[in-house]
């Protein structure tokens, strides 16, 4: 096991630990109110660990191999005692998995069972990321006292809405998440990701959609179908929101984001809303994508939790910290979004430019989608292939409009939301639109920043398309170019839009569609950047 110590501090780039030797507590049983038994494992140093504040992590994935290895012990290794429990339904823990619906009641009945542990000291510290921060967020309004901070990573408290929204239907990141928790307690699931992996990719094709989840499991999945069924609007995911709560958290917040992750829509309006309220909180966002394992979480327990846990302040420091990328440099501001930063309009224009001048009259570009050959997502969003990469190959697909700037003479800082407006027409009255944000470098090398997607109803009328766009922190360097794509689709990303107004659960029938986008003076056509303005980077 000190092999494995050694390999993640390495691996994390951590500081030494307090120690290497651990004792682990297998199997412990938490009892809920109705009686269930959920199970947890505790780690701590083997001397001296009792009274030591607690990291709670309450997981779906399990408590051993890796899980264990990555989240827990480095923890325990410096400063804290680790209280690792698998969620209801999972892992040896009682009852039936209901994704995120179980997760207040289970959460608050987990507090109130450690503070009465005879090995508890007198603090509890909240840790996680993705679902093991959604389950802080749960129970975020009712805290105990000896809760004294949260660590919520790459997460919000709604977790899975932002990709249900019924103008923007999400397919990959709910579908192999369903998958992943169906399958991976099956014997040696752990060797047949890669073939797991294949088989998901290829089922997500299927029609009708409210079958692939059997194609690729070999039964159906409740939470898969839901996801379908049920857009974010719809009253069956109400209780899943916890939006609510955000404002009456008692305890202080350190939130890490990452640019290239589903949830940052949703962790940033959490992070303003605590802002709002006047709670104590700060952001950290960095170039990562959701499933990126870095070592910051361990590094804000540690300096900012244990703090916390000792009734002590931590490291003074900004309260937002961001990597901007481009520059590829961290900076700290005073909010979110932060000061000087002004919209700016670059349009649209004839052959293919983008710029700050209004566009002249001209004829709309055209292309063909065809959801039977769906125009790909490279890069981006995603869990298994996100982030930043070389767009050449998408950009040089039919389906795809790109409009560039000239080089550019100096630096341009964007940071803030971003936004597009498209005026648009297709020959079919539902159709997509995809926008995509991108550098290009005087290699002629495209990379892309950031993107989002509108699925349109009545898109058979000409009209401007809003689409919002994620979030971002970037500077495009002297000598490189501003490109937007445009096209109708981002697959497996996004669902394909088939074209026939059907429900995307049960659509068979997919129909190509002639898209056309226009930019001339009556239909101005433009992305909207947050540009940093002259008297901000005076003050720099």
Request: negative net charge; charged residues 25%.
């Amino acid at each position: 096991m000190n092999l494995m110590s050694h390999l993640l501090e390495r691996k994390l780039e951590l500081p030494p630990p307090l120690t290497r030797d651990l004792v682990v507590q297998r199997d412990l049983r938490v009892p809920m109110p109705d009686g269930v038994e959920l199970l947890a494992d505790l780690w701590a140093p083997r001397h001296g660990g009792e009274g030591l504040p607690t990291a709670l992590l309450r997981s779906p994935y399990g408590r051993a191999g890796i899980f264990g290895a990555y989240m827990a012990r480095p923890l325990a290794e410096r400063g804290f005692q680790v209280l690792m429990q698998s969620v209801r339904g999972g892992f040896g823990s009682g009852g039936t998995f209901a994704p995120m619906r179980q997760e207040r009641a289970d959460g608050l009945a987990t507090l109130d069972w450690v503070v009465k542990q005879p090995w508890f000291g007198d603090s509890i510290v909240l840790v996680g990321g993705s679902y093991l921060g959604f389950v802080q967020w749960a129970v975020a309004d009712r805290l105990p006292p000896q809760v004294k901070a949260m660590i919520p990573q790459v997460t919000e408290s709604a977790l899975t809405l932002e990709f249900m929204r019924a103008d923007g239907r999400a397919l990959e990141l709910p579908f192999e998440w369903g998958v992943q928790i169906a399958v991976q307690e099956r014997p040696g699931a752990m060797f047949r990701r890669g073939r797991q992996a294949k088989k998901t990719a290829r089922a997500m094709s299927t029609l009708p959609l409210d079958r692939a989840d059997a194609a690729a499991i070999g039964h159906g999945s409740t939470y898969i179908h839901d996801v379908l069924a049920h857009d974010a609007t719809d009253e069956y995911w109400a209780e899943i929101d916890h939006s609510h709560r955000v404002a009456d958290v008692s305890v202080p917040v350190s939130s890490i984001g990452g640019w290239y992750d589903i949830f940052l829509p949703g962790q940033l309006r959490d992070f303003r809303l605590l802002n709002d309220a006047g709670r104590p909180a700060r952001l950290t966002i960095g170039p990562w994508t959701h499933a990126e394992f870095t070592n910051v979480t361990v590094l804000e327990a540690v300096e900012f939790g244990l703090a916390h846990a000792r009734g002590e302040q931590p490291a003074d420091r900004a309260l937002v910290r961001l990597f901007v990328m481009g520059e590829d440099a961290w900076r700290d501001f005073d909010s979110w979004p932060p000061k000087g930063y002004e919209p700016h309009r670059f349009h649209l224009q004839a052959d293919g430019g983008l710029s700050g001048e209004q566009p002249v009259e001209s004829e709309p570009d055209r292309y063909r989608y065809d959801p039977a050959d769906p125009t790909p997502g490279a890069g981006g969003i995603s869990i298994t292939n996100g982030g930043r990469v070389d767009n050449t190959a998408l950009e040089a697909r039919t389906d795809v409009l790109t409009y560039t700037t000239a080089v550019l003479e100096e630096d341009v800082e964007i940071i803030g939301e971003v936004s597009a407006e498209i005026w648009f027409r297709s020959s079919l009255a539902d159709a997509d639109v995809f926008v995509r944000l991108c550098d290009v470098d005087p290699d002629g090398r495209s990379h892309n920043i950031c993107d989002g997607l509108i699925s349109l109803s009545g898109a058979d009328e000409l009209s401007r398309a809003t689409v919002r766009l994620w979030p971002t922190a970037y500077r495009f360097a002297g000598g490189h170019r501003i490109r937007l794509q445009v096209s109708s689709g981002a697959f497996p990303r996004y669902a394909r839009n088939p074209g026939t107004g059907e429900p995307i659960a049960s659509a068979t029938t997919l129909l190509a569609a002639e898209q056309a986008v226009y930019h001339d003076p009556g239909h101005p056509s433009a992305v909207i950047l947050p540009v940093r303005t002259a008297a901000a980077a005076e003050v720099a």
